[in-house]
């Protein structure tokens, strides 16, 4: 463990940049065990303080010994929201990503060389990059904190291909200490997270503070068709204990959401709306008109509250069914950050499961697909270049244009190095086999299994006659044992 002269500094450290006299719950447990070299995993509330873990660390070095806290983060607007917070409070941070032009990326770049930069916030995409690798080839990295970890596990396969290349991206900086941070993770999704980050479950200790939030109120309401959800959206957001600050609706798919957005206008309730969409600049001024306060309600599908950290939301309502009990909860713990009494209401709809068992088949080719696929992208390489993923999509499949399995395909592909990359045009070249995987239908039965289970947890937590912050115990808590 790191010695009481580190502790010490730590403490003063939090006081001098954060303004708090001590740390909240395991913080200052956390922050010596990574500061002592030793690997952590940590799951804690929302609004909790997760990020000081590694934030504190950063400052904790000083002059020769000072090294660089590299984050990997999953959203643009996540890292900004966050390095925007520290350089406010004199903290040296940066982040690097899409956003920047090339001149600026270029000057980041040039600094990073010249040890610039405590804490460095990147997705792990940018990992791709020659020029940022080169960048970092010459810095000593003193920790590496993976934030929102749960990506690793439930995005990695299917949204976000890159977390899945955590243990080679460690690798390549020489498995250095690192710190895993999320809300959410059951233990079977721990148990992934290690093993994607390629450490051992004895080689890093579990820091598990629970997922309580007792200020949150929790409700289940039946629902029956659109009508019924508009009565119990306007009834909710009338109660007069909720009014003192903002509401977050959240929808399955974008069509529904307009359809609500509409009927809640013609009801007289104003709001602003927010999915993938909708042009950026548009989902920004949406974000910056709510982190304001400019406007109240916003409808949003699940693209929107990762990276908003806004103290006074009241109000979580799901007019739709979440896909599992993790993104239900993630999407849950963006209310009363504040520690005020805040209400999420679930409008239950047993039709909705249909919405989500489709986006479980889309998430879930068989090997039939992958291998007809493979078959395009190898015999047709001229026509998938010209004509793009419509074309390839009409020939893949018939039953309908929506249909999102070639998104999958393609992202798995690009997550097996079966291809160059996951966008137009390196996605059409191709530059291995198909792996054994992809044609064992076994293999990707188990995985689809698995959504369907967690799909299952939505059903028992809506059907649980007793406590359901129980429930939610149960679920995540399972057998674990806490350092």
């Known amino acids: 463990m790191q010695d009481s002269r580190s502790s010490q500094q730590a403490n ?121 690798r080169e960048a970092l080839a010459d810095r000593k990295l003193s920790l590496l904190a993976i934030d929102e970890a749960h990506c690793v596990s439930q995005w990695g396969h299917d949204f976000r291909p890159d977390y899945s290349r955590i243990k080679e991206i460690r690798e390549y900086l020489g498995n250095p200490v690192t710190i895993a941070l999320t809300a959410t993770a059951t233990q079977e999704c721990r148990e992934d997270i290690y093993r994607q980050m390629g450490i051992a479950a004895d080689q890093i200790a579990l820091f598990h503070q629970g997922i309580d939030r007792p200020n949150l109120s929790i409700k289940v309401t039946e629902s029956w068709g659109d009508e019924s959800k508009l009565d119990a959206i306007e009834s909710t957001l009338a109660l007069d204990e909720y009014q003192s600050g903002s509401v977050i609706i959240y929808f399955s798919l974008i069509k529904t959401l307009d359809r609500f957005s509409d009927a809640l206008l013609q009801r007289g309730l104003d709001h602003v709306c927010y999915h993938g969409d909708l ?163 076994d293999f990707l039965l188990e995985k689809k299994q698995r959504d369907q289970q967690r799909l299952y947890g939505m059903v028992q937590f809506a059907n649980e006659s007793g406590d359901r912050k129980e429930f939610l115990n149960r679920y995540f808590l399972g057998d674990s044992i806490t350092a």
């Open 12 to 132: 003063a450290l939090l006081k001098q940049y954060f303004g708090y006299d001590q740390f909240r719950g395991r913080q200052g447990d956390i922050i010596n065990h990574v500061l002592g070299g030793e690997h952590a995993m940590v799951i804690m509330p929302t609004g909790m303080g997760k990020s000081l873990c590694y934030q504190i660390p950063a400052l904790v070095a000083d002059g020769d010994q000072a090294g660089l806290v590299l984050v990997l983060s999953p959203l643009i607007a996540l890292m900004q929201d966050q390095v925007h917070s520290l350089a406010k409070r004199g903290i040296d941070a940066a982040f690097i990503n899409s956003s920047l032009d090339r001149k600026d990326r270029e000057q980041r770049y040039a600094q990073i060389k010249a040890g610039a930069y405590r804490l460095l916030y990147v997705t792990p995409e940018r990992f791709r990059k020659e020029e940022f």
């Open 279 to 441: 042009p950026r600049n548009h989902r920004r001024r949406v974000q910056d008109q709510f982190m304001s306060g400019e406007v109240d309600v916003v409808l949003a599908t699940n693209a929107f509250g990762m990276g908003v950290d806004k103290e006074d939301i009241r109000i979580v309502i799901h007019a739709e069914t979440p896909g599992s009990i993790e993104s239900y909860y993630q999407e849950i713990g963006r209310a009363g950050r504040d520690n005020k009494p805040s209400l999420c209401e679930w409008l239950y709809d047993q039709n909705d499961l249909m919405t989500q068992m489709q986006f479980i088949e889309w998430s879930n080719p068989d090997a039939s697909f992958y291998s007809r696929l493979y078959t395009l992208l190898t015999e047709h390489p001229e026509e998938c270049r010209a004509f793009g993923t419509e074309w390839m999509n009409d020939r893949l499949q018939r039953v309908s244009r929506h249909d999102h399995r070639l998104a999958t395909g393609i992202s798995m592909f690009d997550r097996h190095g079966v291809i160059a990359g996951p966008h137009p045009p390196a996605c059409y070249e191709v530059l291995s086999e198909l792996p054994e995987s992809f044609v064992d239908d």
